[in-house]
């Protein structure tokens, strides 16, 4: 059976840099090859010298390395077999050991002569700063002690080569229902478990992870605009387990047991693996403006709620219609500027008119400064988010009693910033009139949506303004934002703004 799903939430990876202090995964989110800038690829290739030993399925690696090299030759890699090429502007491969190039457990780790080995590779060639070793199919008999023995092997060369960034693996996730390699479900589910075992012990130890089989069972479907996850149900004796396997996609035998496709989406991978190792920040980092009617004073907006200490520590769209799962919160409130928490969305499509809630990538809750600007948690820098594009930025704002937008046009990037200023015209907001102009030509976001449903109408007023009214608390009805529920929130914003809708695609 094959299971498929939109990726809401993508697994964080986790910035570091030589020595590493923290650990990072690359996994099926780290393939778009063209978020790299063009200068880190080339800083990989002048500073990482990579030892790659592995089986044949670890030519799936250095053959989707060739075919991306083959259409682009900015990509350029030099590979020797037991030898390290010197090539300017290459990144340059070691593969396999001394003597030889199909490199088993026995080789590499899981025996002293094998350890011996990659010891000799790296006292032999001090300019290799990456080492890494390539399961076959291990993963599906291989035991909790096995898999443990490897993650202890590696830690040992760690221990023993300072210098070197040694990168674990996942295996291979061919095995499963229909495969052209091999349909045994019992051992699927145990290269599954085993393969959760590394994760478990690379998350946990802050360990560098090629995420093999991740990359194996996902595959992006460009009609849909949307990730497909390949997974079967097994039965364990106790339960019902879903176990992810090779992606139908990549059911191929076209090179080292795989399609071309599959390939390339690891070698896409690797880059972005040797870019983050040369010191690249991925990610989106965000800078973004926009004014909220209700406290907008004419120039700037009004920090009352925060000055009377009524804005909560704690981000409050945890509730419908947001649902927002994520724990922002503070011990203080960090900066005299803050007006109110916002919810900032990301959506990533061809077009803003396509940019439904399906192609959502990521959400962070933030502060909106007085100025109209968005930081984070700590009051005074811009988002940042550890995900990466296919196509274009949409930025949804959305905030608990105005009316939300979407940026009309993609964000785009500059000096490794994406900014957008929904301020400068109401054609900013994706939409037909779907700002308003706060004064002469500055515009901003409808106020008086009280219960959130993207309509301001007899029910904003009745439901919730009339309810709250004579409160002097943070309350959705308190449309100005000045602490106080009363007839300037009824006749000052839900008056005049009486029928308007968010033009947001659902």
Known sequence: MKKTFLVFTILSIFIFNNAFSQGMIIDHTCEGLSQIPMNWIDSVQANQKWHYAH??????????????????????????????????????????????????????????????????????NPTLNVSQWCWCCQMNSYSQDDTQDYLDSISVLEAEFPDVTFIYMTGNAQTGPGNHYNQSLSQGYNRYLRNEQIRDYCIVNNKILFDFADIDCWWYNPSSEEWEQSTYEYWNGSDTVTVPFEHPQYNYNQAAHTSYENCENKGKAVWWM???????????????????????????????????GDLPLAQPYNIAPWNYAGTESVTAIPNADVVDWVLI??????????????????????FLLNDGSVVGLDGTNILSFSHSLIHNLFVVIW????????????????????????????EQAYGTDAQKELSTGVYGMFGSDG?????????????????????????????????????????DLWVPNNGNISQVPE
């Open 55 to 124: 089986t044949s399925h670890g030519g799936q690696l250095t053959t989707g390395l060739e075919r991306i090299e083959n259409n682009d030759p900015a990509y350029n890699v030099a590979r020797g077999s037991s030898t390290l090429p010197n090539v300017p502007d290459a990144l340059c491969i070691f593969d396999g050991q001394e003597g030889d190039t199909y490199i088993s457990p026995e080789e590499y780790w899981r025996t002293a002569s094998g350890m011996n080995k990659t010891r000799d590779v790296l006292n032999n």
């Open 345 to 366: 969305e990301l959506r990533d499509t061809t077009e803003a008119q396509y940019a439904t809630g399906s192609t959502m990538i990521a959400r962070q809750a933030a």
């Open 399 to 426: 905030h608990r009693n105005h009316l939300g937008i979407i940026s009309a046009n993609p964000v785009t990037e500059s000096g490794g910033v994406y900014s957008y200023d929904f301020t400068t015209g109401s």
């Open 274 to 308: 040797m870019a983050k190792l040369t010191g690249w920040e991925d990610g989106i980092r965000l800078n973004l403006n926009f004014f909220l009617e209700g406290p907008f004073n004419g120039t700037v907006m009004n920090t009352y709620i925060a000055a009377g």
């Open 451 to 491: 219960n959130a449903d993207g309509i301001i109408d007899i029910n904003d007023k009745t439901n919730v303004w009339s309810s709250q009214a004579g409160k002097n608390e943070y309350q959705t009805g308190d449309f100005n934002m000045d602490i106080q529920v009363n007839n300037p929130d009824k006749n």
